[in-house]
């Protein structure tokens, strides 16, 4: 068993794996930063790509066009890195519309990575270095990633992840506010899955911000036992049904 979990490890620290590692730790650092200078740098991740994304593929494109073959070979079947690549980037862009307002720094590493990903494998494939013709075994490799895009779409166009999670995640969230209200204590930190930032008593509830969500003004989730309301003028709030409510801050602007 040791054996085969060094072979395992030793496996992933291969080139072929090192473009999912570098998306899954940044996945990782997007969710687990606090909110900051840090964490905006991967709100800001598209307009710097954007400047860069030209001269890269140019770059791409002479240093292969240098090293191939004419004519150009044919494609081979999309590797397990390709294909862990498009799953991570699947999975951060239903993530970052999972939480109220959207989280930008996770739909920007998502969208990149599913835009970038195409190009990047498309110049690998044109290297001598990519592999022998055919590439992994299973022609059922060319439909995975066309499949995970299209679930992808689906989910975050024809139902709301949001609201979805957020009804996975009620009835962990009302025994936290039912104890933050008896204690009139609400401490930051995990709550069912919810990085829960910010979190005040107002009008006989307790309302709190999640991590990384909202662009210009603080984004998340309010509860107001029965026999309370909401205030007026602090926020707006849209009524999820007993007692919760969206809640988002004031426009800053």
Same mark, same amino acid.
């Given at each position: 068993m040791?054996t085969?979990?060094?072979?395992?490890?030793?496996?992933?620290?291969?080139?072929?794996?090192?473009?999912?590692?570098?998306?899954?730790?940044?996945?990782?650092?997007?969710v687990?930063? /606090?909110?900051? %200078?840090? !964490?905006?740098?991967?709100?800001? $991740?598209?307009?710097?790509?954007? *400047? @860069?994304?030209f001269?890269l593929?140019?770059?791409?494109?002479?240093?292969?066009?240098?090293?191939?073959?004419?004519p150009l070979?044919?494609l081979?079947?999309?590797g397990?890195?390709?294909?862990l690549?498009?799953?991570?980037?699947?999975a951060a862009?239903?993530?970052g519309m999972?939480v109220p307002g959207?989280?930008?720094?996770?739909?920007?590493?998502?969208?990149?990575t599913?835009?970038?990903?195409?190009f990047?494998w498309?110049?690998?494939q044109?290297?001598p270095?990519?592999?022998p013709a055919?590439? /992994?075994?299973g %022609?059922? !490799?060319?439909?995975?990633?066309? $499949?995970?895009?299209?679930?992808? *779409? @689906?989910t975050?166009t024809?139902?709301?992840?949001?609201?979805?999670?957020?009804?996975?995640a009620?009835?962990?969230?009302?025994?936290?506010?039912?104890?933050?209200l008896?204690t009139?204590t609400?401490?930051r930190?995990?709550?069912?899955?919810?990085?829960?930032?910010?979190?005040?008593f107002?009008?006989?509830?307790?309302?709190?911000a999640?991590g990384?969500?909202?662009?210009?003004?603080?984004?998340?989730?309010?509860?107001?036992?029965?026999?309370t309301?909401?205030?007026?003028?602090?926020?707006?709030?849209?009524?999820?049904?007993?007692?919760?409510?969206?809640?988002?801050?004031?426009?800053?602007?």
């Open positions: 040791i085969n979990g060094t072979a395992a490890l030793r496996r992933l620290t291969f080139p072929g794996f090192r473009g999912p590692i570098l998306v899954a730790a940044m996945l990782t650092a997007v687990a930063l /606090p909110d900051g %200078r840090l !964490r905006n740098q991967f709100t800001l $991740l598209p307009l710097f790509m954007i *400047a @860069l994304i001269p593929l140019l770059i791409g494109v002479v240093v292969v066009g240098a090293t191939v073959s004419w070979t044919r081979r079947r999309p397990t890195s390709a294909l690549g498009v799953a991570l980037g699947c862009v239903v993530l999972s959207q989280d930008l720094a996770l739909l920007s590493v998502g969208v990149l599913l835009i970038g990903l195409p990047a498309l110049l690998w044109q290297w270095v990519a592999g055919g590439g /992994p075994a %022609r059922w !490799r060319w439909a995975v990633a066309p $499949l995970l895009v299209a679930a992808t *779409a @689906l975050v024809q139902t709301d992840p949001a609201e979805a999670r957020f009804a996975l009620r009835p962990a969230l009302t025994d936290w506010a039912d104890h933050a008896a009139g609400a401490d930190g995990w709550v069912a899955g919810y990085r829960v930032i910010g979190t005040e107002v009008g006989g509830g307790v309302k709190f999640i990384g969500s909202g662009t210009f003004a603080a984004h998340g989730y309010a509860y107001f036992p029965p026999g309301t909401p205030p007026a003028k602090k926020g707006h709030y849209i009524p999820m049904g007993d007692g919760w409510y969206d809640w988002e801050e004031n426009d800053r602007f």
